[in-house]
């Protein structure tokens, strides 16, 4: 049986994180190609697995439903399975269960259901409720009849989400564990057993760094193989750019420049170093403005010689001589802050706090 197996698309995320109407609507349009570019992929498949949280909440715009709608009915040579996650479980109101699809789409229910394809039984189930602290199955079925796959949303061996128990897997003998929820690849051989998340198809913010996909492979009697296929249409990458020694934004902007290659991708630039100048997080952003999305985190200290500036006495040294048991202790970066926008203040100079 070929598969592909995807998860955690969460179509229409609000992005609201990227703080920009247009580029939010721009990431909406494009986790919805994402899901066309999967139903590509899944043309030479047997089956696609769909692990769950497809939807990221319960309000789901009309285009979303028609372009499900139109790419389950373009591969109808292809079953395509459906178990429901915690953020689009299958209730009475959910889309799942308001919306006609095309014949070849079954949506696994919130109890055990097994679906065969060619020599391979496919077993699912779906959550009933956005809150599943407890596993929604007791125990797994033994299934020595052929290669068998259980499609479910779940955190293997956590404690929340539906935990999937390891000892509950090895005992089961089944092939592929596809699994959705954890959003970045991961895979585990459990036994006979091998589990795969896939991760997400598209990153939805700073926590989701770097390229994301789908898995592609095939579960024979011999066993199970596949890899990972990206289908991202952008990445978020976190960079730290060292700005020691610069006294300019234009010097700081040359290195982003340099650093921050791919503009189509979403960036957070974080600051770091020590340098005279405090650097104005706005004007940097705007100076990359090339790039679909750039943030800008200024992590960097202004050079300090405590001895020196306790030692020369004045208001500067006072200020140096009451904050020094600080600076070493365990929030000494709060007050080595302190002391730079005391100082900073003291010279006369406009304070631009974080």
């Known amino acids: ?75 109808p040579s292809t079953k395509v399975l459906i178990v429901a996650g915690n953020h689009d479980p299958l209730t009475k109101k959910s889309y799942y269960n308001l919306t006609c699809f095309s014949e070849n789409v079954h949506i696994f229910g919130t109890e055990l259901e097994c679906v065969t394809i060619g020599d391979c039984n496919v077993y699912g189930v779906s959550f009933g409720s956005g809150v599943q ?17 259980l499609l479910m949303h779940g955190d293997l061996g956590g404690n929340a989400y539906n935990p999937i128990g390891r000892e509950m897997i ?29 991760g997400c198809p598209e990153g939805r913010g700073f926590d989701e760094l770097g390229e994301k996909g789908v898995l592609v492979g095939e579960v024979t009697d011999g066993g199970v193989t596949v890899k990972f296929v990206p289908v991202c249409s952008r990445q978020y990458r976190e960079v730290s750019v060292d700005v020691s020694g610069l006294v300019t934004h234009e010097d700081i902007l040359q290195i982003m420049q340099g650093t921050c290659l791919d503009t189509q991708d979403l960036y957070k630039v974080i600051l770091t170093g020590e340098t005279e ?17 750039l943030k800008v985190y200024d992590h960097t200290r202004r050079p300090l010689d405590i001895e020196a500036l306790a030692a020369a006495g004045g208001v500067r040294g006072m200020l140096a001589q009451k904050l020094a048991s600080g600076l070493l202790g365990e929030k000494s970066t709060v007050y080595r802050k302190a002391l730079e926008y005391g100082l900073t203040a003291l010279d006369g100079k406009r304070v631009k706090p974080l």
């Open 1 to 75: 049986m070929k598969f592909v197996h995807c998860a955690d698309l969460h179509l229409d995320t609000a992005f609201s994180g990227l703080q920009d109407g247009k580029c939010a609507a721009i990431r909406q349009a494009e986790l919805r190609r994402t899901f066309l570019s999967v139903i590509n992929l899944a043309k030479d498949a047997d089956v696609l697995l769909l692990a769950g949280d497809l939807f990221d909440q319960d309000s789901v715009e009309a285009e979303t439903i028609r372009v499900l709608q139109q790419g389950f009915a373009s591969i």
């Open 133 to 149: 602290d407890e596993p929604i199955l007791e125990c797994l079925p033994v299934d020595k009849s052929g290669p068998s796959v």
């Open 170 to 198: 090895e005992k089961s003998d089944f092939s592929y564990l596809a699994l959705g929820h954890v959003h970045s690849y991961y895979h585990e051989k459990i036994g006979r057993t091998l589990c795969a998340y896939p």
């Open 277 to 293: 100048l405090i650097p104005d997080v706005n004007v940097l952003a705007e100076g990359m403005s090339q790039c679909f999305f």
